[in-house]
Structures are given as structure tokens and as C-alpha cells.
């Protein structure tokens, strides 16, 4: 597992990754809340099997060395693709499969993690078993990536924007799509649970980074 990260979500969760009660109706969203591109492209479906997202969660300080992470699974998604390039795109998480990756020699304290990581403290998985994002303008990127993507995140039925920058590769069969490792603060999307241990202080970062592939419809 690579330590490095989007948590559709979402998941503390580093989460995916993950993530305490919030309102539903409470939502701010992008100015490009409209998707800004057309609706006649080649939609592609995601492979819930290859495509993941991965998150990062951190006590104390922001490090390597005092973090927990983990993966969430793609419940589904659809990219859709005009003349070789990202036109717009949905996906949603199963934050239900929130699962940490880096206690691997310790079943009981690794499942107990889940467990807390999913109960309402962070991400409340039974009333809020999902995670969307939905793209609402793609433009070409620079650099290391070669797409910028903004839109809409949601976790807990909270709504916030997200700009993420992403490398997109294309072709008649398949949309492989793999973004930067992206900061959001988990007290925006009312995750906001708060140890009463000082030396065990949660930091509101969750770094996320999401793996999808596609294959068209």
C-alpha cells in the first residue's frame, strides 16, 4: 500500500482514507456547480474492482510517522469523454469499506479502528454510507499533471467545493484516471470528533488520493 494520498469519499480516512453529525441541508457549493461541458461524449464506467481511493490521517503532527492509512472502495462512477479528452464525470464511495492498511500485525486493534473510524465520531456509515464527487468543469493542466478537475465533494450530506489536480490517459476502451494527493479539513464535512487524550490530538487534514479506471459502456 502506498503512503501516499483522497478519501471519496472520503475517508480520518486517512480517509481514505477517511471521517460528527452535521446538517444535510447545510451546503456550499461551487460556483461551477453546472457541469461547464457537453453531454455527447463516450461514457466510460468505472471498475469498481481497479479504482480506489486512498486517504491519510494524522495525529500530533502532519507525518509519516504519526499517520494512519488506508483505502475506500468505489461503489460506482461514469467518465465521460469528448474527442480524447475528460468532458465530466461522477463517482461515489462506499465509505461502508473504509479499512485502514497500515496495522497489519494486530486484527483486533486494526478492526477497531475501522469501527471507530466508521461509527459517528468520524464518518457515521450507517446514515451517511456514501461519498460523491462530481466534476463540474475540467481544464488542462501543467506540470506533473496534465488535468485540472473542480467540483463537488460530498461526505456526511455535506457539500464543499474541491479543485484536484489529476493525470488523465485515454483511449477507445479504457479512461485511466490518477490524481495529485489532495488536503481537505475533515471539520468541513462535520468530522470534527475531538480526543480527550492531548498526546493522541487528530489533525483536521485527510489527505486523499483517488485510482480509477474505466471501461466503456
Same mark, same amino acid.
Given at each position: 500500500m502506498k503512503k501516499r494520498l483522497f478519501s471519496l469519499a472520503v475517508v480520518s480516512s486517512?480517509?481514505? *482514507?477517511?471521517?460528527?453529525?452535521?446538517?444535510?441541508? =447545510?451546503?456550499? &457549493?461551487?460556483? %461551477?456547480? !453546472?457541469? %461547464? !461541458?457537453? =453531454?455527447d461524449g463516450t461514457v466510460y464506467e468505472v471498475d469498481t474492482v481497479? /479504482?480506489?481511493?486512498?486517504?491519510?490521517?494524522?495525529?500530533?503532527?502532519?507525518?509519516?510517522? !504519526?499517520?494512519?492509512?488506508?483505502d475506500v472502495k468505489l461503489q460506482s462512477g461514469e467518465l465521460t469523454i469528448k474527442d480524447g479528452m475528460l468532458e465530466s464525470g461522477t463517482f461515489? @464511495? $462506499? &465509505?461502508?469499506?473504509?479499512? #485502514?492498511?497500515?496495522? *497489519?500485525?494486530? @486484527?483486533?486493534? %486494526?478492526?477497531?479502528l475501522d469501527d471507530h473510524l466508521k461509527s459517528d465520531d468520524f464518518f457515521g456509515v450507517e446514515k451517511h454510507p456514501t461519498a460523491t464527487y462530481e *466534476?463540474?468543469?475540467?481544464?488542462?493542466? /501543467?506540470?506533473?499533471?496534465?488535468?485540472?478537475?473542480?467540483? #463537488?465533494?460530498?461526505?456526511?450530506g455535506v457539500t464543499k467545493p474541491l479543485k484536484v489536480n489529476a493525470n488523465v490517459t485515454t483511449s477507445d476502451d479504457e479512461v485511466s484516471l #490518477?490524481?495529485?494527493?489532495? $488536503?481537505?479539513?475533515?471539520? $468541513?464535512?462535520?468530522? %470534527?470528533?475531538?480526543?480527550?487524550?492531548? $498526546?493522541?490530538?487528530? =489533525?483536521?487534514? *485527510? !489527505?486523499?488520493?483517488?485510482?480509477i479506471k474505466a471501461h466503456k459502456k
Open positions: 486517512l480517509g481514505l *482514507i477517511c471521517l460528527v453529525s452535521c446538517s444535510k441541508d =447545510k451546503k456550499l &457549493v461551487s460556483e %461551477s456547480n !453546472t457541469v %461547464s !461541458t457537453t =453531454k481497479e /479504482s480506489k481511493i486512498e486517504w491519510k490521517g494524522y495525529k500530533v503532527m502532519k507525518s509519516d510517522n !504519526t499517520s494512519h492509512y488506508g461515489v @464511495a $462506499d &465509505v461502508k469499506s473504509l479499512h #485502514n492498511q497500515d496495522i *497489519i500485525d494486530d @486484527a483486533e486493534h %486494526s478492526q477497531k *466534476i463540474t468543469k475540467v481544464e488542462k493542466g /501543467s506540470g506533473d499533471y496534465n488535468t485540472v478537475l473542480e467540483g #463537488n465533494l460530498t461526505i456526511k #490518477n490524481t495529485e494527493p489532495t $488536503d481537505i479539513n475533515r471539520e $468541513d464535512f462535520g468530522v %470534527s470528533f475531538k480526543s480527550p487524550m492531548k $498526546d493522541m490530538v487528530i =489533525k483536521n487534514e *485527510i !489527505t486523499l488520493q483517488v485510482s
